[in-house]
């Protein structure tokens, strides 16, 4: 069932311009350029004074790059935690308020005892789920469905990309309900969301400059990963993505925390894997770079050509993502950071679909 592929995580890594395709056409009314949820939600997003978001790994980056969309976007405060915190920390919850939860297989047990605790406070609740007949997904209030098909790699690949896209239609659907967004915005992210799958499927088309990358990633002891806004989240997914399957050390960190700490760690032996799309704090992440490379640190820029121009350093090596609008670059630069941990993993010989230690669905705490 692996196709032509070695390993499943490397099909549901080139899956994802197909199931991010299905997922957007699940969400978006393509005709008239607008969000549109399938099912009516047993709340109203125009009443709520905050969204409070759980999970876990990778689904719990998903989530972090959600709290910048519905912030920004829908202006909607969001307070988001792993369940595993949230569900003993019993904050405490509006009664009519809003719990979403994200979780691919369902079964997260942190993250189904934090849907219990928020709807034993009155809470509504709304769960992104991949598998539909879970437990999450039955006992949410309400579920939109991640449409990425059974995803077996133990490493999380299309459900994560799946998740981001429901996840920036709901947050376009808020924005909306809260009178954010204007009509003329809405448009141009549904048109910027539609451009997403080929965007994808660019991205794939780095791969062979990606695996040579992978050797010298694979020498590393330890790997950073920097980023700024929604980066940030996907330098902490791509930091977990290597580390869970090649074994390597991996950190992220929000750059502009460089000086406070890990700045210390930088030499010629740490590469340090910059997540920066030509975005309006791009500039910010430059100094950053600049930071590292005056300190012998070797730069893999993820970005595009106009960032790489603007940023004018010498880096090992940069990984060219196609232009877009920022606000839809985490679902796009998913793509060159799982192939990152894939053929660095893939690489060193290791068992990329069963890394050791590790469970597809944790289902115990
Ligand atoms: O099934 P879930 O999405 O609830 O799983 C959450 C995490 O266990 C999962 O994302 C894990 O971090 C993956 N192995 C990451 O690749």
Avoid at 173 to 187: D, K, M, N, P, T
Avoid at 318 to 337: F, G, H, K, N
């Amino acid at each position: 069932e692996k196709g032509n592929h070695r390993h499943f995580m490397a099909k549901e890594i080139h899956e994802q311009p197909e199931v991010v395709g299905r997922t957007l056409a699940h969400y978006v009314d393509l005709a008239n350029g607008r969000v549109a949820l399938p099912e009516t939600l047993p709340f109203d997003f125009r009443t709520l004074s905050r969204l409070s978001i759980t999970a876990c790994g990778t689904a719990y980056y998903a989530g972090l790059v959600a709290k910048y969309w519905f912030e920004t976007l829908a202006r909607l405060p969001v307070e988001i935690d792993v369940a595993s915190e949230a569900r003993y920390r019993e904050p405490p919850l509006d009664r009519d308020g809003l719990t979403l939860v994200i979780s691919q297989s369902g079964e997260t047990a942190d993250t189904l005892a934090s849907l219990r605790y928020a709807k034993s406070q009155g809470q509504h609740t709304l769960a992104v789920v991949n598998v539909p007949t879970s437990t999450i997904a039955r006992e949410a209030s309400a579920v939109v469905p991640t449409l990425a098909g059974p995803e077996i790699g133990v490493a999380s690949t299309k459900a994560f990309s799946c998740q981001l896209t429901v996840l920036l239609c709901l947050a376009i659907a808020a924005g909306r309900a809260r009178g954010a967004l204007s009509a003329e915005r809405e448009r141009a992210l549904v048109d910027a969301l539609i451009t997403v799958p080929g965007l994808m499927a660019e991205a794939t088309k780095r791969e062979g400059e990606i695996e040579g990358l992978a050797r010298e990633v694979s020498k590393a002891r330890d790997v950073l990963y920097l980023g700024r806004g929604t980066s940030y989240p996907m330098a902490l997914e791509g930091a977990l993505k290597l580390k869970e399957i090649s074994y390597i050390h991996a950190e992220g960190y929000a750059a502009g925390e460089l000086k406070h700490g890990p700045i210390a760690l930088i030499d010629e032996s740490v590469p340090v894997i910059v997540i920066a799309p030509h975005d309006a704090i791009f500039e910010k992440t430059v100094s950053n770079m600049q930071e590292v490379a005056a300190r012998g640190g070797r730069i893999i820029l993820i970005g595009d050509a106009k960032g790489a121009a603007a940023a004018g350093l010498d880096t090992l090596a940069t990984v060219t993502m196609p232009d877009l609008d920022p606000v839809v670059a985490p679902i796009v630069y998913a793509v060159p950071i799982q192939l990152i941990a894939y053929h660095t993993a893939v690489f060193m010989g290791k068992d990329v679909d069963q890394p050791r230690n590790l469970a597809k669905s944790v289902t115990v705490e």
